[in-house]
Each structure stands twice: as C-alpha cells, then as structure tokens.
C-alpha cells in the first residue's frame, strides 16, 4: 500500500514538473495561434502585383545611354512591400542574335530605393536586334516578365533611325517647358539673328571662351573661341549622342564654356548664348549643366554619380542626424572661404571644411582656414540636419585670360535668319520641332569620329 501511494506521488511530482516547465510555453503559443488566426498573416508578395516600369522595358524607348526600369514590389493586399533587397528579383539578359551565344555584353547596377521600390540600370556595349529582359523571385517570372525589346544599340552607334519629332513622341517628352519659354521670350518678337554669330560672339565677349556649333545634314561640327576651352567635351559628347539616336535639323548655336552667364539684359541686341546657368539681370539661354552632361553620356562608366544613382540617398531620419551644418568643397569662390573662416572652429553648430585649393592659393593658411579635409561622399553629406547654401560657380574674374583669341581661322559665313513661329526645346535637347532651322554652311572642321551606320560598317570620316 505505502508503495502504491509513493508511486502515484511520484507520477503527480512527474506531472507537475512537466507543466511547470513546458505548460506556460504551450499556453503562450496556443495564446499565439489563436491571435494569429484572429488578425490573419501579414501579406506576402505579390508577383502579379508587383509593377514594373521605366524605358529600359519599353520596346521604342531603350536607346539611352543608361537604360533603366523600376521594381515596385507590392503585396498581396496591394500596398507596397517594404521587405525587399537589391537581391529580391533576380533580372537576366537573353539575345538571339546571331553569333552572340546569348550573351548579352552590359554592365549593371541595382538600386534600393526604399519603400519596395528597386531601380535597375544598365548600360549595352553592342548592338542587338532583339532583347529579352527577364525578372524573377525565386525562379517565377514577376509582373509582364519577360520583356522584349528591340533594337537596342550602343552609345557610339550612329544609328539616327527616328527623326526628332518621333523620338520626342516616344519618349513622352513635353512640347515645351516653362524655363526654356522663360529663356525664349525676349526673341520672340523679333526672332533669333543667326547671322554671323562666331565674329559677333567674339566681339561681344572678347576674353570669354565659347563654342559655335553647326549640325549639317546630322554631322555636328565645332569651332573654338577663347584659350579656356576643357569643357568642350562635354556639350561635344551630349550633341553627339543626341545626332547619334535622332535626325536633327540643321541649326547652329553658340556655346558659353564659362560659369557665369553672358548676355547682360540691358545690352541690345539680343545675342542668342546657351549657358549652364542664368541670372534675373541676364538672358542666356539655360540648358543642362557640364555636370548633368557627362554623368547622363558616361554613366556606369567613367561617371559612378548620376542623375539615377542619387536616388537611392533619401537622408537618414531626422533623430540620427548630425545636429550640424555640413560643408566641403573647394575653394570656388569666395562665399566658401568666408564660411570655413568663420565657423569651421564653431563646432556645436558647424562642421565645415575645404578639400582643395585651386582658385585662392596665394591665400591658403592653414592657421586662418585649417588643415585641408578628406574628400566625402556626395551620400554622406546627408547625413547631417543641415547643409549652407553656398554657390558652386567659380570666381568671375579668376579664369578670365588676359588675351581671347580665335582658335580657328575659318569664321562662318553670314546665315539665313532663324524663323521665330516655331522656337520650342525640350528638357531632352531638342524640341518636338527646331528651336533653329536654316541652311548652314559645310566649312567648318567636323567634330564627329569614326562612326558605325545602322545600315551597315561603312566608315564616316
């Protein structure tokens, strides 16, 4: 008896040691399942949902330098879905074209842009008649995947196969845009003088450098004014990509090379100049900037900072912030050293240095403006809760040459007057119509290379 009653207190002791250890565990995923069967599981994604936009997928819009789409990820209760990497989707490149093996020659990148949204770009490095471009999660296709394009050509290729108008069209590129008929305005009344415009440039700004372009019959051809010429490559290249995918009119335009703008609103008559910039007191004709020029031609090459990869830096939030002002830069213009010279030893509120001298070196101390910094990231600088508003262009007189001179002997003839019915420009370059269209002259030196036709391997010299 005494047996049977230490045995059953032994079974109630093995009882109660096994809920004691496992019973609240138990309790609280059974508390768990029925909490979950009540607000449901969080939604998965979605690859119907899941939308996929952008040029690089578009079968007349894939002849950029940089070809690019967007990933938006989106959940199966069609809300955006948060949790995605640059490794989600995976994105192949598939070719029939002969010879290739399938292999599509490029070079890539992915974006997280937060908020389920990825960015894709990608630059092509040969001609191909037909492209599939497929996207995936986990071996199943996502969206309209795959895409088929075609033809998608290489940068260099001079393959002008659309005229301007339906290349305006397919892209979706408005008929005109507020500042370019801000910049316009003062010639409409009178029109655009076109007439001698490289003897007349030289006269009006005898120690400026500029370019007078011509496109004929789609050649682009250049003639240098002034000794401060580097950043001709950049309007060359950008002119050149465009005669490259389009049928430009013919048109001529002068160039400004420096950072300031020209033509002083008071000064009659008008001089038509495009410029990187502009001012309330002048009429310079504003297009984009060298800056914007090289990273859309040359990105995901030479350039890694461009237009698309700036996206991905939307800041940190406000609380992980640096409570500072952040600044660094060289020593472009005046404004900057005022800055470092003022604040850079005020470091609660401050966090302000140089990182090179190029324009001010007779006055470099490093005991009134402190040791040179280290170049910082363009994504860094938003790291900070505040940034001085400070100008980028360089002085007004530091690069002015003592002695302008034509770097060309040949000076244009005089020229047809611009019709002033039809002035429009797109954000692109050049408009739905012709911002100039006239009869030029063929005696100017041709700035194109050796191109490649779309029709065949003739060289052009």
């Known amino acids: 008896m005494r047996m049977r009653v230490l045995a059953a207190r032994f079974v109630m002791v093995k009882k109660w040691s096994f809920c004691a250890s496992f019973g609240p565990p138990l309790v609280a995923l059974g508390a768990l399942f029925v909490s979950l069967r009540g607000c449901g599981a969080a939604p998965a994604l979605s690859l119907t949902r899941t939308r996929i936009y952008g040029p690089g997928i ?55 842009l937060r908020d389920g949204l990825i960015l894709h770009q990608f630059r092509i490095y040969h001609d191909y008649h037909s492209l599939a471009i497929s996207v995936t999660h986990r071996g199943k296709h996502v969206a309209g995947s795959p895409y088929h394009v075609s033809p998608v050509l290489h940068e260099d290729c001079a393959c002008p196969l659309r005229s301007l108008d339906e290349w305006t069209r397919d892209f979706d590129c408005p008929d005109t845009d507020p500042q370019i008929l801000e910049d316009l305005e003062p010639f409409r009344e ?58 430009l009119p013919d ?34 004709i504003i297009w984009p900037t060298w800056d914007i020029m090289k990273s859309t031609v040359m990105g995901l090459e030479r350039v890694s900072l461009t237009t698309l990869s700036v996206q991905k830096t939307r800041g940190e939030a406000w609380e992980t912030r ?76 530091n690069l002015l040459p003592e002695l302008s001179t034509a770097t060309d002997s040949q000076t244009p003839q005089p020229l047809l007057r611009a019709d002033s019915r039809d002035n429009r420009l797109s954000i692109q370059g050049w408009s739905p119509s012709s911002l100039i269209h006239l009869r030029l002259l063929h005696n100017l030196p041709e700035l194109r290379s050796t191109r490649r036709h779309a029709q065949g391997d003739r060289d052009e010299l």
Request: net charge negative; charged share 25%; hydrophobic share 35%.
């Open 58 to 112: 578009h079968p007349k819009r894939c002849s950029l330098p940089i070809n690019y789409f967007y990933i938006q990820a989106v959940d199966t209760d069609g809300n955006n879905y948060r949790d995605v990497t640059e490794a989600t989707f995976e994105v192949s490149y598939e070719t029939d074209d002969a010879g290739s093996n399938n292999r599509v020659r490029r070079r890539q990148e992915v974006l997280n």
């Open 190 to 247: 009178d029109g655009i003088n076109v007439t001698n415009l490289y003897d007349r440039g030289g006269e009006l700004f005898p120690r400026h450098s500029f370019i007078h372009y011509s496109i004929v019959d789609g050649k682009v051809y250049a003639q240098s004014f002034g000794s401060i010429t580097g950043f001709k490559f950049m309007s060359d290249m950008f002119l050149l990509s465009m005669a490259n995918k389009m049928r």
């Open 251 to 284: 048109m001529e335009l002068v160039v400004n090379l420096g950072d300031w703008p020209l033509d002083k609103a008071a000064r009659m008559p008008l001089f038509p100049v495009f410029s990187w910039c502009g001012s309330p007191d002048t009429r310079d």
């Open 322 to 397: 640096e409570p500072r002002a952040f600044f660094r830069g060289r020593d472009s213009n005046r404004e900057r050293l005022d800055l470092v010279r003022l604040h850079r030893n005020e470091t609660e509120l401050f966090d302000v240095a140089l990182t090179n001298w190029f324009f001010f070196t007779k006055e470099y101390s490093e005991e009134v403006y402190g040791p040179k910094a280290k170049h910082v990231s363009f994504h860094d600088f938003f790291k900070a809760r505040a940034m001085p508003a400070m100008p980028t262009i360089i002085p007004h007189d």
